[in-house]
């Protein structure tokens, strides 16, 4: 065996065996019980990252884990491959989306496999094969059929480069999260899943996932944002019309003294007058370029213009001003907001900004708060005041009456309200599943008939950029028969979000090749839910929503019988690098750095902040190139070993190197031992040093299941095995006890297996196995083994350390008092000195005091 280690031919080794033995293909034939690991799969970009690697080996680790547990793993891997950056990539490079996408998944495939992750590539698609969205297409038409899909005039978030509408989660800053251009809104006519008929359920169910982050839960239910209040109408001041609000708190109805609408609000263009028309157009044309979430933000100045109107309070008859302003929004409630400036802070700060009154109308006990002394809002329960027959009512009391009172008027009605709005999935793109809808001047929207299925997305199609989808341009894919009445029909152009075929992947991995129909509902049945899922926060209100909802309309349509995708999730960090920047020449690789100057103009570089890596920053580092130099273990255990899973990794060279030379010296620990531990047993009666290692090595084993079993402390996991070697290193009795190493030894390579499995897959043959590691289980903690014989006791002097003995456990305290008395070194701190006591503490330390 040689005696260094060449990870090249090491991994390259392992890996073709893998496939040629197709060693982690799951089948249902097994008597075991089932584990299903799942990281969110890529979008095939062409190009792997370090974000992949980290992500990707998370999963791995608790893939291999499980299997060494004895479960049957289904561990599959497919690709995202729908959407607008392959369409962008083609037209820029003059291709097809197909050809581009297909290409890239093949470089990716072979990239991913470098890693040595542990796959059941026989279940791999594309969600662009028609094998997989032809089922979509399946799924959209009984939705259509039950009325879960729908298609509706609506104003949507518009790009106008990327030609298609985005969801409110996929605009970021006022910017397309794709493109990061100008968001604008458009009126269009869209598809739309009624998820919101799931909103009380979805949200039920975020109280039944204790496996899922806390964060990502409270995320989702913000998002959903049920809220129990009243629907009041105001009269607008001589006009035949109406605002309705939504409110949580009609116990402050007497204290509305302004009201504020949404710029998007659809009466503003019949309520603005003559003479405020350009100011308002010109506020609105500013609000647009807003970000939605920063309009909500409680950072953001609020801003707003008169429009000319006034509604009439329905309780005091009170004229009030109606305001535009950006942080009301159509999405939650009405898009239309009663302003209590004195009980609300975005109000109160509106008001002041406007010299708008601010009436007082709830009052602490004990307290008289006036108008002009406040300096903010008071939201705190209390008492009603100036609210005519009301006053005097805690204010709890007063929202069940108040909201009763307006009811018998006709002027209001208790509601929930929800700021949950229904999906809208059509994208007028091409690279994406065609919408199976057939429009007739006749007949209206006809489904495509289930026999007609799929409707299969065109190939032959000339792709610029310009002019939207070109389905529409299409003939022979747009010009079809009416199903119903066989005249000339138009096929829908538009497509699905690329969030519809992700949301369902997961369930289609069970069975893949099933071809009579969505899923084999005894075979998903068995595999789902996903017991463990991995990915980022990022997808906490598209992806893993979208998926939550799309798994109960399977179930509803009898697919399946879960009701949740994911048992558990783990959210993994991100990978960070320091950026580097010139004030000329702007983000700079490492390369173009020498001596902290830019090699374009020689001025000294900016270090910034430690970001996400990211290409536009190049502050990237390519996986392939690491893998080249270091081996894939390497990356892995890097990966895994720099921060725990959940925060983000700092990338860190050095660590890179640390991580490639412990590799090393696990190589060489078997290496140099492999000759004299050929003996296997362990004898009944180990003592002394031997003992010391057998502990250390069971020490280890627990510690290590414990991190990695369901908590994912890798890093500490990871810590405790380079301790363990550090132990056989200094181990001193090899020759006398070699089957306490090779135990030791062995150990150490089932528990990095998960982690590193190539190095380990290789040790463990030279150690001498027939069958892999995996098949040899995970390695169990001997109890027996951590129980000491002998222990070691700090010795003090008057309260400071001078020296250490080693006693048996079973030693009584004259003994240890004699023991700590006769060790040299403390006989120099008490010579010619009177012992006035000795302090024995139990397991931890002797504390001798003179005098």
Not at 32 to 58: C, D, Q, T
Not at 239 to 257: I, Q, S
Not at 687 to 699: P, Y
Request: hydrophobic share 35%; with cysteine.
């Amino acid at each position: 065996m040689e005696n260094y280690y060449n990870p090249k031919d090491v991994e390259s080794k392992w890996q073709q065996a893998w496939e040629e033995e197709q060693s982690f293909c799951a089948s249902m034939d097994s008597d075991k019980e089932k584990y299903y690991l799942l990281e969110m799969f890529p979008y095939p970009s062409g190009r792997i990252h370090m974000g992949h690697v980290r992500n990707y080996a998370i999963g791995d680790v608790v893939a291999r884990f499980k299997r060494m547990q004895g479960f049957n793993v289904l561990h599959p891997m497919g690709w995202d491959a729908f959407g607008m950056p392959a369409e962008n990539a083609a037209i820029e490079h003059k291709t097809h989306p197909a050809k581009w996408t297909y290409e890239n998944i093949d470089s990716m495939r072979q990239q991913l496999k470098r890693i040595g992750l542990s796959y059941d590539w026989k279940r791999e698609f594309a969600t662009c094969d028609v094998d997989y969205y032809r089922w979509e297409q399946l799924v959209f038409l009984k939705m259509f059929e039950k009325g879960l899909a729908y298609k509706k005039g609506s104003s949507v978030n518009w790009c106008d480069d990327c030609q298609t509408v985005l969801a409110n989660e996929q605009v970021e800053d006022g910017c397309c999260w794709r493109c990061h251009n100008q968001v604008q809104p458009k009126e269009l006519d869209q598809w739309f899943f009624k998820i919101t008929n799931y909103a009380d359920e979805l949200l039920e169910w975020t109280d039944k996932l204790p496996g899922w982050p806390e964060r990502v839960l409270s995320m989702q239910r913000n998002w959903i944002g049920k809220s129990y209040g009243c629907e009041i109408e105001f009269s607008v001041a001589e006009r035949d019309e109406k605002v309705k609000v939504f409110t949580t708190r009609p116990d402050t109805l007497f204290g509305a003294t302004f009201m504020s609408l949404a710029p998007e609000h659809p009466l503003v263009q019949s309520l603005v007058t003559v003479e405020q028309e350009e100011e308002v157009n010109q506020f609105i044309a500013a609000v647009e370029r807003q970000d939605k979430a920063d309009r909500t933000s409680g950072d953001l100045e609020k801003i707003g213009i008169f429009t000319g109107s006034y509604c009439i309070n329905p309780l005091n008859g009170e004229k009030i001003p109606i305001f535009l302003a950006n942080f009301v929004l159509m999405d939650y409630g009405t898009g239309a907001v009663m302003a209590v400036p004195a009980h609300d802070q975005r109000d109160f700060e509106f008001a002041k900004k406007y010299q708008l009154p601010i009436r007082v109308v709830i009052q602490p006990e004990g307290k008289d708060l006036v108008a002009e002394q406040l300096t903010e809002a008071f939201s705190d329960p209390g008492f009603l005041t100036n609210s005519s027959q009301f006053n005097g009512v805690d204010n709890d009391s007063a929202k069940e009456q108040i909201a009763a009172f307006l009811d018998e008027r006709g002027e209001g009605r208790k509601t929930i309200n929800y700021r949950l709005r229904d999906w809208g999935v059509s994208r007028q793109r091409y690279w994406g599943t065609p919408i199976p809808i057939i429009y007739c001047d006749h007949c209206g929207a006809v489904p495509v008939p289930e026999e007609d299925l799929p409707v299969v997305l065109p190939t032959d199609v000339e792709l610029t950029g310009e002019g939207g989808s070109p389905l529409a341009r299409h003939a022979d894919f747009l010009q079809v028969t009416c199903p119903k009445c066989t005249k000339p029909a138009k096929r829908e152009t538009d497509t699905f979000d690329t969030f519809v075929e992700s949301s369902w992947y997961f369930a289609r991995y069970t069975c893949p090749e099933y071809t009579k129909g969505p899923l084999d509902k005894r075979v998903a049945n068995h595999w789902l839910p996903v017991d463990q899922y991995i990915g980022g926060i990022e997808h906490a209100v598209m992806h893993l929503l979208y998926a939550r909802f799309y798994t109960k309309i399977l179930r509803d349509l009898g697919l399946l019988d879960v009701d949740e995708p994911f048992t558990n999730l783990l959210t993994q960090g991100m990978v960070c690098k320091e950026t580097q920047r010139c004030l000329e020449h702007g983000w700079l690789y490492p390369e173009e750095v020498v001596d902290g100057k830019c090699t374009f103009c020689h001025q000294p570089v900016e270090l910034g902040r430690t970001e996400k890596m990211s290409k536009s920053k190049k502050n990237v580092v390519d996986p392939n190139q690491l893998i080249d130099q270091y081996g894939a273990d390497t990356a892995r255990l890097f990966s895994l070993f720099a921060a725990p899973p959940e925060k983000d990794l700092e990338w860190n060279e050095q660590g890179v190197e640390g991580c490639y030379r412990f590799l090393n010296r696990v190589w060489r620990a078997v290496a140099d031992n492999l000759e004299l531990i050929t003996e296997i047993s362990i004898p009944d009666n180990v003592a002394g040093e031997a003992a010391e290692l057998r502990r250390k090595t069971h020490q280890t084993i627990k510690k290590v299941s414990d991190d990695v079993d369901g908590r994912f402390h890798f890093n500490t996991a990871i810590a405790a095995v380079m301790e363990l070697v550090n132990s056989i290193y200094a181990f001193k009795a090899r020759k006398e006890n070699p089957g306490v190493l090779r135990e030791a030894l062995e150990a150490v390579v089932c528990l990095l297996n998960p982690f590193v499995p190539h190095i380990c897959e290789e040790l463990w043959q030279l150690l001498g196995h027939q069958q892999g590691v995996e098949a040899s289980g995970w390695p169990v903690c001997d109890k027996t083994a951590l129980v000491a014989e002998e222990i070691t006791l700090v010795v003090q002097v008057n309260g400071k350390v001078r020296s250490k003995i080693t006693v048996a456990v079973a030693a009584d305290k004259p003994s240890i008092e004699a023991d700590a008395l006769a060790e040299p070194n403390v006989q120099r701190f008490i010579n010619g000195k009177q012992v006035r006591k000795i302090i024995v503490v139990p397991g931890r330390l002797i504390n001798i005091v003179v005098a």
